[in-house]
């Protein structure tokens, strides 16, 4: 098992490495001059010349390329803002709990109600029942974030005065915020539950215990359920990744000083050292949250568990 760890670890180090590269060279590729965008048009040659030595870019592709990888990797450092002159780790770790917070807590609504309602449709399928929360999740899922996000402020906010339309100094003004970014999440694990059910219904070790006459409920609670959990947190782990790496819009309409809204303020100056620290984050973020996936995913099922115990003992022997 700790062979497997430390073989995914080695994966994830060359995937960020990777990921470091192709924003580094995107953004040194791209039209314009940073150094320009900042001044403005009046600046002279003079004024461009020095603020481009303080910003590092006046020299060439390989050697920014080289002494960005050497401080992200081993003196890790993310570089200093050039707009607000501040350590870009250090902003990310003051930003991180908001992000975390916000998409941690969306994620454990999101789940716990679509849970129940994919067991639901499973356990009646081809009902009233499935066919209502299918045509349900569907809607969820054809409606866009940003849109549901515009949509809450108008009704929560400006017409019924329920909740302030930007801002989190008190613990409810952030549920316009979850909620919005919880509905997404519902429709796709409340789907992906559905079918794992109906897929282990079907299986022959359910069928037997159905011939025994075992009751209903404790083959879902002891057979159906357990079994059908390995896809579905698969789909949780790749979830929290997705929601936290695509938060920003969240973020930014409701004026959340998350990462999200740190990377979009970084695109919006052309603040490089900011886009390249957060797209590193979030690489880094979704990797060790596949590898933790991965990881339970493997504690869960006995079959791989089994097959890791084989290969130690067959190795001892």
Request: net charge positive; charged share 15%; with cysteine.
């Amino acid at each position: 098992m700790w062979r497997y760890v430390l073989k995914r670890l080695a994966w994830m180090v060359v995937t960020t490495i990777g990921v470091a590269f192709i924003i580094f060279t995107i953004l040194y590729f791209t039209p314009g001059d940073p150094a320009e965008y900042m001044l403005g048009s009046t600046a002279t040659d003079a004024e461009l010349t020095n603020l481009r030595i303080k910003m590092g870019i006046d020299q060439p592709y390989l050697q920014q390329l080289g002494t960005f990888l050497v401080n992200s990797f081993i003196r890790f450092d993310w570089g200093t803002s050039w707009v607000y002159n501040v350590s870009v780790m250090k902003e990310l770790g003051n930003r991180l709990p908001y992000t975390v917070f916000l998409n941690l807590i969306s994620i454990v609504l999101s789940t716990s109600l679509a849970i129940p309602l994919g067991i639901t449709c499973a356990k009646h399928q081809g009902k009233w029942q499935d066919y209502g929360i299918i045509a349900f999740c569907m809607v969820l899922c054809s409606v866009p974030g940003f849109w549901l996000a515009l949509e809450c402020v108008l009704l929560f906010s400006l017409k019924l005065g329920w909740f302030p339309a930007y801002g989190i100094s008190k613990a409810w003004w952030w549920v316009l915020p979850i909620l919005t970014s919880m509905i997404g999440g519902i429709a796709g694990t409340a789907r992906q539950t559905r079918s794992a059910v109906l897929e282990t219904i079907r299986a022959d070790f359910v069928t037997t215990a159905r011939a025994k006459g075992v009751s209903e409920k404790r083959i879902m609670q002891k057979h159906v359920f357990p079994n059908a959990l390995m896809p579905i947190i698969t789909m949780l782990g790749s979830g929290l990744a997705n929601v936290v790496c695509g938060s920003a819009i969240t973020e930014q309409l409701f004026s959340i000083p998350g990462v999200g809204r740190y990377l979009l303020d970084g695109i919006t100056y052309r603040d490089y050292p900011i886009i390249r620290g957060c797209v590193l984050f979030f690489a880094i973020f979704a990797a060790v949250v596949m590898l933790l996936t991965d990881l339970v995913y493997a504690w869960v099922d006995p079959r791989i568990k089994a097959q890791y115990s084989g290969k130690s003992m067959g190795k001892r022997g």
